[in-house]
């Protein structure tokens, strides 16, 4: 089966916009009027599946289901490994543990690829940006009540303040003041 994220050299998060830019940024680079021979064969077969990834990858539906195809065959390499070498089940557990280990750790370091990639814009921007990144590193990780960061108290106060700043916008306009009104208690 293709990996179409490797093909498009984009990471399994990442956003129609993301795939976007990498397919028309490989749409130029192989585009096959720029070679000759063999050469052109192959930068056509190259754009062939480039264009079928980004037709997959941008429909939502499809999408879905070619992930799934793909942890179904992730899931099956991982459980043909175990059977082959015919491990305990202590060290198949291990196992597995394992190989999710390792894609867990390959999404952290796409993410933190694209991290770098995403500039901010303006203060807003960044501010958008630090609450974002903190949420998804949260998400990583099971959610603890015990466990609650510096980090989580600041992407609380960081979205109370921006929540606050939006509503203080909203009362100035004319036209939202009554809604606002509505949603404060006294």
Known sequence: MKNYYEILEVSPKASNEIIENAYKLLQKKYQPDQYIGEERAEAENKLRDISEAY??????FLR????????????????????????????????RQKARRQVKQNVIQ????????????????????????????????????RNIKREDYI?????????IVL????????????????????
């Open 55 to 60: 037709k997959i990858l941008t429909d939502s």
């Open 167 to 186: 509503g203080v916008i909203l009362w100035f306009i004319p036209a939202t003041r009554g809604f606002i009104r509505s949603l404060i208690p006294f």
């Open 64 to 95: 879905e289901q070619y992930n799934a195809e793909l942890e179904r065959e992730q899931t099956s390499k991982t459980e043909a490994y175990v059977q082959a070498k015919v491990i305990k089940p202590k060290q198949q557990r291990e196992v």
């Open 155 to 163: 992407a609380a106060g960081l979205t109370a303040v921006i929540i």
């Open 110 to 145: 796409e993410e933190a690829q694209e991290e770098q990639q995403m500039p901010a814009v303006g203060s807003f921007g960044a501010i958008v940006n630090i609450v974002k990144n903190l949420f998804r590193r949260r998400n990583r990780e099971k959610f603890d009540i």
